[in-house]
């Protein structure tokens, strides 16, 4: 069973940049599909990043595409998500997830079975 833990999270202005990161233990990275998702206060979690096994297909939400990227190093056991012109709205609770369905990448929760603890982010005006 894979363990997820997420660091990078902040305190940053608007337009500043974040690199975040996931690392697994206790499973083999490259045997998952993996997400970001994030959730505000008083808000339901809702899918920032996805990115497929091998890293090949990425999928974004509308709200950060354009600013902010997934990627993964298989070899590291590792997901990032550089997040850059940070705005006011993107503050929130960022988690990874871990999905072991076939497929390239998923946007709804359901599809993950493996969840960090979240890191904060907020971006202040």
């Known amino acids: 069973q894979v363990q997820l833990v997420e660091s990078g999270g902040g305190l940053v202005q608007a337009g500043d940049s974040l690199r975040l990161s996931c690392a697994a233990s206790?499973?083999?990275?490259?045997?998952?599909?993996m997400g970001w998702f994030r959730q505000a206060p008083g808000k339901e979690r809702e899918f920032v990043a996805a990115i497929s096994r091998s890293g090949g297909r990425t999928d974004y939400a509308d709200a950060v595409k354009g600013r902010f990227t997934i990627s993964r190093d298989n070899a590291k056991n590792t997901v990032d998500l550089q997040m850059n012109s940070l705005k006011p709205e993107d503050t929130a609770v960022y988690s990874c997830a871990a999905s072991p369905r076939i497929g390239f990448t998923f946007r709804t929760t359901a599809a993950y079975g493996y969840w960090g603890q979240g890191t904060q982010v907020t971006a202040t005006s």
């Open positions: 206790g499973g083999t990275l490259s045997s998952y599909s």
